[in-house]
Protein backbone atom coordinates (compact mmCIF):
# COMPACT_ATOMS: atom_id res chain seq x y z
CA UNK A 1 0.00 0.00 0.00
CA UNK A 2 1.58 3.45 -1.24
CA UNK A 3 -0.20 6.84 -1.17
CA UNK A 4 -3.67 5.37 -0.43
CA UNK A 5 -5.70 3.10 1.39
CA UNK A 6 -6.28 -0.09 0.59
CA UNK A 7 -9.63 -2.24 0.58
CA UNK A 8 -10.00 -5.81 -0.50
CA UNK A 9 -9.07 -5.19 -4.16
CA UNK A 10 -10.40 -1.27 -4.35
CA UNK A 11 -7.68 0.98 -3.91
CA UNK A 12 -8.28 4.43 -2.50
CA UNK A 13 -5.55 7.49 -2.96
CA UNK A 14 -6.14 10.61 -0.93
CA UNK A 15 -2.88 12.39 -1.85
CA UNK A 16 -4.80 14.80 -4.16
CA UNK A 17 -7.73 16.39 -2.45
CA UNK A 18 -7.61 19.58 -0.36
CA UNK A 19 -9.36 20.39 2.98
CA UNK A 20 -10.82 23.53 3.50
CA UNK A 21 -11.65 23.85 7.78
CA UNK A 22 -14.36 26.37 8.36
CA UNK A 23 -13.90 28.00 12.21
CA UNK A 24 -16.50 30.14 13.52
CA UNK A 25 -15.88 31.85 16.91
CA UNK A 26 -16.77 29.14 19.25
CA UNK A 27 -19.02 31.46 21.91
CA UNK A 28 -20.61 31.87 18.49
CA UNK A 29 -21.54 28.48 18.12
CA UNK A 30 -22.35 27.72 21.91
CA UNK A 31 -25.54 29.29 21.19
CA UNK A 32 -26.18 27.78 18.11
CA UNK A 33 -28.59 24.42 18.14
CA UNK A 34 -26.70 21.06 18.17
CA UNK A 35 -28.11 17.09 19.13
CA UNK A 36 -27.78 16.01 22.19
CA UNK A 37 -24.67 14.02 22.82
CA UNK A 38 -27.47 10.92 23.78
CA UNK A 39 -26.47 8.31 21.58
CA UNK A 40 -23.12 6.47 20.99
CA UNK A 41 -22.44 8.43 17.77
CA UNK A 42 -22.75 11.91 18.92
CA UNK A 43 -20.93 10.75 22.17
CA UNK A 44 -17.77 10.36 20.35
CA UNK A 45 -18.45 13.61 18.47
CA UNK A 46 -18.97 15.59 21.91
CA UNK A 47 -15.96 13.80 23.78
CA UNK A 48 -14.10 11.55 21.28
CA UNK A 49 -15.84 8.20 23.24
CA UNK A 50 -19.09 6.11 22.96
CA UNK A 51 -18.66 5.01 26.83
CA UNK A 52 -19.36 8.05 28.83
CA UNK A 53 -22.39 7.99 30.38
CA UNK A 54 -22.18 11.14 32.59
CA UNK A 55 -20.30 14.32 32.63
CA UNK A 56 -20.22 17.00 35.11
CA UNK A 57 -22.55 14.91 36.91
CA UNK A 58 -24.92 15.85 34.60
CA UNK A 59 -26.45 12.24 32.31
CA UNK A 60 -25.60 12.83 28.86
CA UNK A 61 -29.48 13.31 28.18
CA UNK A 62 -32.07 15.25 25.84
CA UNK A 63 -33.74 17.04 29.05
CA UNK A 64 -29.84 17.74 30.10
CA UNK A 65 -28.86 18.90 27.35
CA UNK A 66 -31.51 21.46 26.67
CA UNK A 67 -31.36 22.90 30.40
CA UNK A 68 -27.04 23.79 29.11
CA UNK A 69 -27.24 22.95 26.05
CA UNK A 70 -24.86 25.95 25.63
CA UNK A 71 -22.21 24.43 28.01
CA UNK A 72 -22.74 21.18 25.81
CA UNK A 73 -21.94 23.23 22.71
CA UNK A 74 -18.68 24.41 23.76
CA UNK A 75 -17.72 21.09 24.50
CA UNK A 76 -18.85 20.16 20.91
CA UNK A 77 -16.56 23.28 19.35
CA UNK A 78 -13.60 22.29 21.64
CA UNK A 79 -13.66 19.28 20.43
CA UNK A 80 -14.79 19.38 16.95
CA UNK A 81 -11.79 22.07 16.16
CA UNK A 82 -9.48 20.61 17.80
CA UNK A 83 -9.38 17.45 15.95
CA UNK A 84 -9.94 19.37 12.59
CA UNK A 85 -6.81 21.43 13.46
CA UNK A 86 -4.49 18.18 14.62
CA UNK A 87 -5.70 16.47 11.10
CA UNK A 88 -5.47 19.23 8.81
CA UNK A 89 -2.02 20.10 10.39
CA UNK A 90 -0.55 17.01 8.80
CA UNK A 91 -1.94 18.03 5.42
CA UNK A 92 0.41 21.01 5.08
CA UNK A 93 -0.05 23.02 2.11
CA UNK A 94 -3.26 20.67 1.24
CA UNK A 95 -5.51 22.02 4.30
CA UNK A 96 -6.52 25.74 4.83
CA UNK A 97 -8.34 27.08 7.82
CA UNK A 98 -10.84 29.81 6.94
CA UNK A 99 -13.01 31.63 9.39
CA UNK A 100 -17.01 31.91 9.37
CA UNK A 101 -16.51 35.73 10.69
CA UNK A 102 -14.00 36.74 7.59
CA UNK A 103 -16.14 34.68 4.63
CA UNK A 104 -18.89 37.03 5.69
CA UNK A 105 -17.53 40.43 6.68
CA UNK A 106 -14.90 40.89 4.07
CA UNK A 107 -16.23 38.37 1.83
CA UNK A 108 -14.07 38.90 -1.32
CA UNK A 109 -10.98 38.38 0.07
CA UNK A 110 -11.67 35.33 2.02
CA UNK A 111 -13.52 33.94 -0.70
CA UNK A 112 -10.82 34.71 -2.94
CA UNK A 113 -8.41 32.31 -0.35
CA UNK A 114 -10.49 29.06 -0.67
CA UNK A 115 -10.93 29.75 -4.70
CA UNK A 116 -6.93 29.94 -5.21
CA UNK A 117 -6.66 27.49 -2.74
CA UNK A 118 -8.76 24.64 -5.02
CA UNK A 119 -7.36 26.47 -8.31
CA UNK A 120 -10.53 27.68 -9.22
CA UNK A 121 -10.42 29.37 -12.51
CA UNK A 122 -13.41 31.07 -11.97
CA UNK A 123 -13.10 33.29 -9.10
CA UNK A 124 -14.69 36.33 -10.14
CA UNK A 125 -17.66 34.54 -11.08
CA UNK A 126 -18.16 32.66 -8.12
CA UNK A 127 -17.47 35.68 -6.06
CA UNK A 128 -20.38 37.66 -7.92
CA UNK A 129 -22.29 35.01 -7.59
CA UNK A 130 -22.11 34.39 -4.02
CA UNK A 131 -22.04 38.03 -2.74
CA UNK A 132 -25.89 38.08 -2.82
CA UNK A 133 -26.12 35.62 -0.60
CA UNK A 134 -23.56 36.10 2.16
CA UNK A 135 -24.58 37.63 5.53
CA UNK A 136 -23.09 38.56 8.68
CA UNK A 137 -25.97 38.59 11.42
CA UNK A 138 -24.83 35.25 13.10
CA UNK A 139 -21.72 36.98 13.25
CA UNK A 140 -21.00 37.82 17.22
CA UNK A 141 -24.61 37.14 19.00
CA UNK A 142 -23.02 35.85 21.90
CA UNK A 143 -22.88 39.52 23.00
CA UNK A 144 -26.27 39.16 23.40
CA UNK A 145 -26.32 36.92 26.10
CA UNK A 146 -26.04 37.09 29.80
CA UNK A 147 -22.28 37.45 30.93
CA UNK A 148 -22.86 34.72 33.42
CA UNK A 149 -23.38 32.13 30.41
CA UNK A 150 -20.31 33.25 28.76
CA UNK A 151 -18.29 32.62 31.47
CA UNK A 152 -19.25 29.23 31.64
CA UNK A 153 -18.43 28.80 27.64
CA UNK A 154 -14.91 30.90 28.42
CA UNK A 155 -14.23 28.13 31.22
CA UNK A 156 -14.47 25.25 28.44
CA UNK A 157 -13.16 27.29 25.67
CA UNK A 158 -11.02 29.80 26.64
CA UNK A 159 -7.53 27.77 25.88
CA UNK A 160 -8.88 27.45 22.28
CA UNK A 161 -10.08 31.14 21.33
CA UNK A 162 -7.13 31.80 22.46
CA UNK A 163 -5.01 29.67 20.28
CA UNK A 164 -6.68 31.12 17.62
CA UNK A 165 -7.06 34.38 18.48
CA UNK A 166 -10.58 34.66 18.94
CA UNK A 167 -9.40 36.43 21.87
CA UNK A 168 -6.85 39.20 22.53
CA UNK A 169 -5.98 38.39 26.05
CA UNK A 170 -7.57 36.34 28.87
CA UNK A 171 -10.84 37.72 29.62
CA UNK A 172 -10.62 36.09 33.28
CA UNK A 173 -8.99 38.33 36.39
CA UNK A 174 -8.01 36.56 39.28
CA UNK A 175 -10.96 37.32 42.28
CA UNK A 176 -8.54 36.33 44.66
CA UNK A 177 -4.98 38.12 44.55
CA UNK A 178 -1.93 36.29 44.85
CA UNK A 179 -0.40 35.49 47.95
CA UNK A 180 2.82 37.00 47.09
CA UNK A 181 0.66 40.21 45.37
CA UNK A 182 -0.89 40.15 49.51
CA UNK A 183 2.91 39.77 50.84
CA UNK A 184 4.72 42.45 48.36
CA UNK A 185 6.53 45.03 50.53
CA UNK A 186 5.84 43.01 53.51
CA UNK A 187 8.87 41.51 53.98
CA UNK A 188 12.50 42.64 52.50
CA UNK A 189 14.32 39.81 50.64
Known sequence: MRNGLHCSRARFSFSGPRYIHLLRDGRDVA?????????????K???????IRTWRTLRLSSANYKKCSHIFNALHWVNSVTV??????????????VRYEE???????????????INCSMT?????????KVYA??????LKKPREMINEILDIEKPLLL????LDSDPFTPLVPRLSDKLKGTFRL
Open 31 to 43: FSDHTAPRTPFWK
Open 45 to 51: IYFNTDR
Open 84 to 97: GCTYGAMLHDRYLE
Open 103 to 117: LCAPFEPAARDVLTF
Open 124 to 132: EEAIATCRP
Open 137 to 142: HSIAKH
Open 163 to 166: SLGY
